[in-house]
């Protein structure tokens, strides 16, 4: 079974993408990666939410059912794109989880996950309108 995590932090930066290779762990307040994995890192600031779009669902497309993926992000359009491959069966709802960062996206505050309606179950409320 291959998975995908959305790793979700407030003052996470780039969009990066990784494909296969070993547990994401944390260090310096950054998300870090496995050597033995395709790893793409993008400036989320300059993407369009269509472009993030579109590089969400083709990452899904290369990795899902193959590898486990993981993606770090502070982007909704990250969680609305897979909200919506569940809801069209081309991603199983029980393979995503939705993994909630602390601040200095050092340790993990919340697990989510979408329930049979591809709601979000167990997020921080009010967590994507925090732009201070």
Partial sequence: MTAIKVYLGLNVQNLNFQ???GPVGFKNGQVTYSVDATHRKLI???LHPKSIAQK?????KYCYGHFNLHI???SEVVVNVIAFLIHEGVVKKEDVSIIVLNEDNSEITHTSYFNDKVELVNFPFGFFDNYD
Avoid: L
């Avoid at 969400?56 to 899904?60: D, L, M, Q, S």
């Fill in 72 to 74: 770090t992000t502070h």
């Fill in 19 to 21: 494909c296969g290779g």
């Fill in 56 to 60: 969400v669902r083709k990452e899904i």
């Fill in 44 to 46: 989320e600031e300059s």
